[in-house]
C-alpha cells in the first residue's frame, strides 16, 4: 500500500453520546498511527475541544489497559459553537496550530456531518468510526457499541422477568435507540419479550392488547412488552396507560433502562470491531482516503461516503421482527 508521506500527525476524538467500544478505537488508531511511524493526537471533548485547543501527544503507554473500558477517555462533548462558521474556522487554526494534518473521528451523524464540513471548508483529510449504540448508520453492518448495549438490555430484561413472573405483572421495558429499533428488536429476541414495539414498524394499541390477551388465555404469569424510545424517553408510560386501560389483566409497570445501556465493559465483539476499524482508519488515511466513515458490510470493509452514511438509513430488516412475531407464541 503507498501512503501518504505528508500526513504526520494524526489527530483522533470521540463525539456525541459516549459508546462502549470508543477506547478500543482510540487505541487502535494511535497504535496504528505509531507502528507507521506517524504520531497521534488526542482531542478531548469533541468539536468543543477542538475549538478550544484542549488536545495532547498521545504515545502507545497513553493508551494502555482501556480496551476493555467504557465510555472514552478523550471525554465527549455536543458544541454549537461549531455548527458555525466562525467556529469550524477556529477548529480547523487549532489544528494546525498542532500540526494536525488528519483526522480520525469516532461518533455518529452529527460527528460525522461536522466532519464533513470540515474536510469540504478547509480540505483536511477526515475519516469516521461509526460510534453510536443506535446502530443507525447506513454502510455498516454494526456500529461500535451497538452490540454492548444489546446484551446489556438483554440481561436487564431477564432480570425484570424474574420480578414479573413473581407478581402476575406487565411490564413495558423501554430501551434506547434514538429513531431506531435495532436495540429494542434484537434485546426482545434474545430475552423472549411477547411483543416489540419499534418505530420502523408501528404497532398500534389493538394488537399489543390482542398478542396479550392470547398469553393470559394460555395462563402466562407475566409478560413483557420491549419499546424503542423512538426519540421520545417515557413514551412507554402512555403506552402501558392506554393499554392498561383496555386490558387489566396483569399489574403494569413500566421499566425505563436509559444510559445504562451506553455504560459497562464493551463486549468482544465491540473490541474487536471498534481495533479493525481503528486499524483500518489510520491505513485509509495514509492511503488517501478522506470523507468516509469506516464500515464492515458481510464481514467486509466499507468505505462509505459521509453523505451516504448520514443519510435517510434503511437499515431495518423486517426478517428479524418476523422472527420475534413467530417466537412470541
Not at 488536545?55 to 503507554?61: G, V
Not at 472514552?72 to 487549532?94: D, M, V, W
Amino acid at each position: 500500500m503507498k501512503f501518504d508521506s505528508s500526513i504526520q500527525r494524526i489527530g483522533v476524538f470521540t463525539s456525541g453520546g459516549d459508546a462502549p467500544g470508543m477506547n478500543a478505537a482510540v487505541r487502535a488508531v494511535v497504535r496504528a498511527s505509531i507502528f507507521y511511524g506517524k504520531q497521534a493526537v488526542g482531542i478531548y471533548r469533541g468539536y468543543e475541544g477542538m475549538i478550544e485547543g484542549d488536545m495532547k501527544l498521545l504515545d502507545s503507554r497513553s493508551v494502555s489497559n482501556i480496551i476493555q473500558r467504557g465510555g472514552t477517555i478523550l471525554k465527549s462533548a455536543r458544541s454549537t459553537e461549531f455548527r458555525t462558521p466562525e467556529g469550524r474556522k477556529k477548529a480547523y487554526e487549532n489544528l494546525k496550530a498542532h500540526q494536525i494534518d488528519a483526522l480520525v473521528a469516532i461518533g455518529g451523524d452529527g460527528t460525522f456531518r461536522g466532519a464533513h464540513l470540515l474536510h469540504e471548508e478547509f480540505g483536511i483529510p477526515v475519516v469516521g468510526l461509526p460510534g453510536t449504540i443506535d446502530n443507525d448508520l447506513n454502510g455498516t453492518d454494526f456500529t461500535i457499541g451497538y452490540d454492548t448495549a444489546v446484551n446489556t438490555a438483554a440481561f436487564a430484561i431477564d432480570k425484570v422477568r424474574d420480578t414479573a413472573s413473581s407478581h402476575n405483572r406487565l411490564f413495558f421495558i423501554e430501551v434506547m435507540g434514538r429513531h431506531s429499533g435495532q436495540i429494542a428488536l434484537r434485546s426482545s429476541i434474545a430475552a423472549g419479550a411477547e411483543a416489540t414495539m419499534i418505530p420502523e414498524q408501528p404497532m398500534g394499541i389493538d394488537e399489543i392488547v390482542k398478542i396479550l390477551e392470547t398469553g393470559a388465555s394460555r395462563s402466562k404469569s407475566s409478560s413483557l412488552v420491549v419499546v424503542a424510545e423512538g426519540g421520545k424517553t417515557g413514551r412507554s408510560f402512555d403506552i402501558a396507560k392506554e393499554v392498561n386501560e383496555r386490558f387489566s389483566h396483569y399489574d403494569t409497570k413500566v421499566t425505563i433502562l436509559g444510559h445504562l445501556q451506553r455504560g459497562g465493559s464493551p463486549t468482544v465483539a465491540d473490541r474487536v470491531l471498534a481495533s479493525r476499524m481503528g486499524v483500518v482508519a489510520v491505513e485509509a488515511l495514509l492511503g488517501g482516503k478522506t470523507d468516509v466513515m469506516i464500515g464492515i458490510v458481510n464481514n467486509q470493509i466499507n468505505f462509505e461516503p459521509f453523505a451516504e452514511a448520514t443519510g435517510k438509513v434503511d437499515n431495518f430488516d423486517p426478517e428479524m421482527l418476523r422472527i420475534a412475531n413467530i417466537l412470541s407464541f
